[in-house]
């Protein structure tokens, strides 16, 4: 069974960009039919899906959230086992526990056990 772990800072100042890195337990972030995606729940609300990426070959497609698309950039790095979400421009709008999770599209098989970011000054 994979498992994710999500790292990044927990604490991110209004207007800067927050990184966060997936490390995935095994290599199988290249497998063709497999989705790597980032979650968020802000405080007192729903998950909200941010984007996902998928390989095919050589190839990398992602997908993004379409309000958030212009912030939002997912990339992997197969070599290490991780992939990494890029959110930039961030407000307090987007504190929230962000997970990392594997599957299907729409279907999150795995999950991290999630990391706290904060938005503050």
């Known amino acids: 069974q994979v498992q994710l772990q999500e790292s990044g800072p927990g604490l991110v100042k209004p207007s800067q960009t927050l990184a966060l890195t997936c490390t995935v337990s095994?290599?199988?972030?290249?497998?063709?039919?497999?989705?790597w995606s980032w979650i968020r729940q802000p405080p007192g609300k729903g998950l909200e899906w941010l984007g996902s990426?998928?390989?095919?070959?050589?190839?990398?497609?992602?997908y993004y959230s379409p309000p958030l698309k212009s912030r939002t950039s997912i990339s992997s790095d197969i070599s290490k086992n991780q992939f990494t979400l890029i959110l930039s421009s961030v407000t307090p709008e987007d504190s929230a526990v962000y997970y990392c999770?594997?599957?299907?599209?729409?279907?999150?098989?795995?999950w991290g056990q999630g990391t706290q970011v904060t938005v503050s000054s």
């Open positions: 990426i998928n390989h095919v070959g050589a190839r990398r497609d992602t």
């Open positions: 999770t594997s599957g299907s599209p729409w279907i999150y098989d795995y």
């Open positions: 095994d290599d199988s972030i290249p497998g063709t039919d497999v989705y």
